[in-house]
């Protein structure tokens, strides 16, 4: 088994520099701007950026339904990445039923750019091909645009 074979990644150049893509990515009242594909929304951001974080994202879709999503955050480094997980919560307690690991990482592009790669590792092929079918890179894609627009306003 390949070390990616259940991986999902978005690698792009986002026309923003790192620190203002991590601030909105760290900071709750930005998040909830930008990370759900609209018309989708954020009704909750609440993150505790650090190893060991927990983090409550609740995405409302536009009928008002309310996903919540729990994680834990598993490694921050300032302004080039972070990595964090569904499969734990606080204390590092396992999850109910874990589905991925994310990693995003923000690389200097030079001229006030970023490389953006953002992957999301799944523990089965089942999970990888369940999130690619709820629209991974259609959604990913478009939360990064909307996370690069945002940015670009700092």
Known sequence: ???AQHELKIDLVLDAPREKLFQCWTDPALLKQWFA???WS????????RPG????????SPEGDEYPNSGLFLEVVKNEK?????????GYRP?????????????DAGAG????IARAMHWTAESREEHEKMGFFEGWTATARQLEELAKTL
Do not use: H
Not at 53 to 60: C, E, K, L, Q, W
């Open 95 to 107: 999850a109910g039923k874990p589905f991925m690991v994310a990693e995003v990482l923000f690389q």
């Open 37 to 39: 594909p609209k018309p």
């Open 113 to 116: 750019k970023t490389r953006y």
């Open 42 to 49: 954020i009704s909750v951001a609440e993150i505790d950026v």
């Open 53 to 60: 974080g927990v983090s409550n994202i609740v995405m409302r």
């Open 1 to 3: 088994m390949s070390e």
């Open 82 to 90: 972070l990595v964090m997980t569904d499969g734990l919560t606080a």
